[in-house]
């Protein structure tokens, strides 16, 4: 049995098991992690979910194990349109989404039914690993767009969309993974007017808008897109748990369509059980609640990180100072390999990202992911301490 | 915006939405409906559900509801390599199998890691139209093999081989969909000797195995494979309940490793809530009197179905009369078409599938499938006394 070229373009490329093997052994009880994007499990609303697992089944029991619909248990449609409307974006309708298997599905459908062999997809320069990871199964070429401590430079995008005739810009605006970055709103308007102006699809990934802790919210590119240009994809992971895997993508009702047709083929359905028990808790669980005291526990998080890593650090090594989400991004001197800090960093039980499978074209050595929203301040602290030791060790070979 | 050939290629051919459209109808309250391919709800263990849900949460509720990994939760792929063990398959350990989104996600994602555009899969004709527009999406070409009464003719397969040079082999050889034909034993070992002989992967998906309600159970094509050549997916969906959408797939260590990697950037990994309290549910539920009240209850149902055919539909129909599963396969009189009687049989508020969807090649018109799993015998009585009618009728005009 043969391994064809094309499967190896499809699942090569990407180192795909970094994060996996890394989670293997974070797992494991005194290492500090700072890898991974995992919420802060002593947050998540246990009692809440139980509760609304007993209603759902005393209440709906047979329909809530039987097979659903593949667009989605209706409901949490709704929910999810009325959610569009408070983050700004007029005129959603339930019919407008779709559930899926958590936002990653949501990036995997849309590759695969706009994306050709040797399409281009414009991206952030590091951005999502597990988005380029999905993208490269259906063999995209990636082009870099300039990016600043404010986001995509837009008005780079007329010359490449001339140049590279994308099939759409992929792109985190906000608390982006890996670096934390956050596009300004001058930015959003002027990217959005281009986009129209280039007839460039824009695909939204917003996994942590909600995740803000300091700061006014900004509009999503969403909520400017009167012509059905922008597709929308965002999550429950992060405000309610991931372990549920749900998801969910708004797009004009023609890609919907398709990415409806392409879902059924994929897995029918997302879990109709727990679509049915997180559509019950966000009712009667007070999920504002929940996800203000998630904000307030992750900007403690981040302000000892950031406290820690100025305290420590050695001089040469700047980082990203988010507004919300999950990462910071540490740019380490050039010549630091941070795959090889990883190993020591690993055998003195604490534990990052190296931040080259972040990039889409060549892989910067000397760049590191940090997670703070999976550990608790005191860890934090010890865990930076050790690694700030250790950079200065390397630094000093 | 375009949308591309090739997307048509993928998304096309199959009338994606048959089934679907279908069970909308079918939704409303008053239609008796022998279409789509659902359990019967009433036999669903609500109450163990509940009770597992409240265990799982209340002794691992924030592990639960966390990421987790791709491969399972590890438990449940214990219970899944014991349960193959079960199924007559030696040396099967938790380690050789992957926890899917439903077995529908295995399917697709063995067309993922297989398939190049052009690739040819032998399969029986009719096959599951899910497989079929599952693989379509990887642009498969389909070759029927040889079937009568007892399924698959091995003895055709040299040829096939040496003329088309496979990709794989699909099969559903339990209680097939949606014939509900078996492929006998001997049959079986034959078609393994073949295999082994022209190096033919083999994908036995086996969804209804477990629903035998007379005859003995025959081996498992895995059961026989002791060089990794069969590629082995089931489902919980018809022995706990479809929901929570939970498969599994077994394979070769090679051909698994490739399964992981592409689901990670699918949809990372199926619900963990999900897999605990199914797992606990297995461990603690007595499933096994659970999967024997539905063989009862099917069994009872198939009975009734079969005699009241026999009883009411005119002369020059045949039928399938399955020793398990979920479906009857009617052949029509050939001047015949389904599509055209299922219009009336709406309006008369009876349902059922028209056969034609269920080809890979050239779409016949005198066949349907009907589904005896999710209606009471009262109804099943009812309906097919409705059908008969119209069959009448239409064979008088």
Redesign the interface.
Known sequence: ?S??P??AR??GGVN??TI?EI?KVTSLPDVISFA?G??A??L?P??E??ES??RV??EA??????????EGFQPLREWVAAEMGRRGVASCDGDQTLV???S??AI?LVG???L?PGDVILMENPTYL?AI??F??YEARFIAVPTDEDGIVPDALPELVERHRPKFLYTVPTFQNPTGITLTEARRRRLYELALEL?L?VFEDDPYGALRYRGEPIPLLKSYDTEGLVIYTSTF?KIV?????LGWVTASP?ILA?LI??K???????????QRVVHDYLMTGNPDSHVDRIRAAYGERYGVMHETLSETFPDGFHWTQPDGGMFLWVTCPERMDTAVLLQSAISHKVAFVPGYDFFPGKQERHFMRLNFSNSPPDKIREGIKRLAELCQEHLGT
Not at 61 to 70: D, E, F, W
Not at 241 to 245: C, D, L, S, T
Not at 264 to 274: I, K, L, R, Y
């Open positions: 049995m391994y064809t094309q499967f499809r699942m795909p098991s996996r989670l991974g995992l919420p499990p002593e998540f246990v009692d979910i139980a697992c007993r089944l005393s029991g047979t329909q809530a194990l039987q097979y659903g619909t593949t899926t298997t958590g990653q599905q995997d695969r039914v706009l050709e597990a990871q999905a490269r199964g007839d699809l992971s748990a991931p372990g549920v895997r023609e398709k047709v392409a059924q083929a994929v897995d029918v359905h997302t879990s109709g059980f727990d």
